[in-house]
């Protein structure tokens, strides 16, 4: 089985600071990465994806992050944080199978990013 | 281009009843997952509808239903309302012949007294 550990509940910062947030995840089997963001009374956005190919990935609004696979984390990170990013960031996986499919992820707990003015 | 709508926003049900809600894939997707999302925790996977059928299902027990019609939209059935069944539930759909990446709607939060 898969699962997914988000290291970090919260985590405070202050704007133009850069920012890292954790995930490790454990599976036995090849995964696909995803992290996602969630703001206030909405949905999930994808930010970026790990499938396979370059460890490091860019997604939307200038995060980034790179799969480590010795030491099964796929760290989020951007250079600097705007007052705009504050939301909560999902972590998840899912088994790297039959074309891709995403419907079963398995999500972290997610960690709320509070930027700060 | 009109994203995945879902329906209803919020609503709120005593125990023992039974909830239906109502999910639109965005144009073009095939196929609708649903997730759980309890206050202060991750989503989780309820199951996935790909041509009318239930493809996968995660662990949740018999009371949570669904069913995909032939416009690709779905409706997920909870019975016997508890009040550990308050949570958003959010509905993704995806296009199963292209890389699968889900797009959420913005969830019917649904609160059990």
């Known amino acids: 089985a898969q699962s997914v550990t988000q290291l970090d509940s919260q985590v405070p910062v202050f704007e133009e600071a850069p920012v890292e947030l954790r995930c490790n995840y454990s599976?036995?089997?090849?995964?696909?990465l995803f992290w996602y963001v969630q703001y206030p009374n909405q949905g999930l956005q994808l930010l970026l994806k790990?499938?396979?190919?370059?460890?490091l990935v860019k997604g939307i609004n200038g995060f980034e992050a790179e799969f480590n696979k010795s030491q099964t984390s796929f760290h989020l990170r951007k250079p600097s944080v705007h007052i705009s990013d504050t939301a909560e960031y999902f972590c998840?996986?899912?088994?790297?199978?039959?074309?891709?499919?995403?419907?079963?992820?398995?999500f972290g707990k997610g960690t709320k990013l509070s930027v700060k003015p | 281009d009109a994203g995945v709508t879902q329906s209803p926003t919020h609503l709120i049900k005593t125990r023992g009843q039974q909830v239906t809600l109502r999910c639109s894939p965005k144009?073009?997707?095939?196929?609708v997952s649903w997730y759980q999302q309890a206050l202060g925790q991750g989503p989780q996977f309820i199951f996935q509808?790909?041509?009318?059928?239930?493809?996968q299902r995660g662990n949740f027990p018999d009371r949570f239903s669904g069913h995909q019609f032939p416009n690709y939209s779905s409706e997920l059935n909870v019975n016997a309302l508890l009040l550990g069944d308050s949570a958003l539930y959010l509905c993704?759909?995806?296009?199963?012949?292209?890389?699968?990446?889900?797009?959420f709607g913005e969830g019917s939060r649904l609160t059990v007294l």
């Open positions: 993704a759909s995806s296009f199963r012949g292209g890389t699968g990446e889900l797009f």
């Open positions: 599976s036995s089997v090849s995964v696909y």
């Open positions: 790990y499938l396979s190919g370059s460890t």
């Open positions: 998840a996986v899912s088994l790297a199978n039959y074309g891709g499919s995403q419907g079963n992820l398995i």
């Open positions: 144009s073009g997707h095939d196929t």
């Open positions: 509808y790909y041509e009318e059928e239930e493809r």
